[in-house]
């Protein structure tokens, strides 16, 4: 296999290993996918920027990279993955998200209300409604 560590950013200002991530492409990148999603745990960092539209348009592939973020307790990366990759992506790929977004909304703990992840969830359920 071969060495992909130079595609997974370093530090929050990394956009050149960012840009050499996107330009590798899908499915080049997914063995490195979940180190790439980390830099989404604070969309505020320049790196985020850079790697989210490459993200939100891999769609349904991305799902099971996904599944292990709504399955943790880090709220803050849940909030940026349903605004910046369920909201932004394929409605296929935030249909997979369904039942999670529905819970979000219906049952959230006091952190996740905290965080407005149910607010957030609301829009993308709206979205799917609507059929967007």
């Not at 943790?72 to 349903?82: A, L, P, Q, T």
Request: glycine share 6%.
């Amino acid at each position: 296999m071969a060495d992909l560590s130079n595609l997974v950013p370093s530090h929050k200002s990394d956009r050149e290993a960012a840009k050499r991530a996107i330009a590798y492409g899908w499915p080049g990148v997914e063995p490195v996918i979940g180190e790439l999603l980390v830099w989404l745990q604070d969309c505020n960092w320049p790196v985020a920027h850079t790697l989210i539209p490459f993200l939100a348009q891999i769609g349904d592939p991305l799902a099971p990279h996904l599944r292990p973020i709504f399955e943790g307790d880090d709220d803050v990366w849940k909030y940026w993955i349903i605004v910046e990759i369920l909201e932004r992506g394929p409605l296929t790929l935030a249909e997979q998200f369904r039942a999670d977004l529905e819970r979000l909304v219906q049952h959230p703990t006091p952190m996740e209300a905290e965080q407005e992840l149910p607010e957030m969830a609301k829009s993308v359920l709206d979205r799917l409604g609507r059929g967007e």
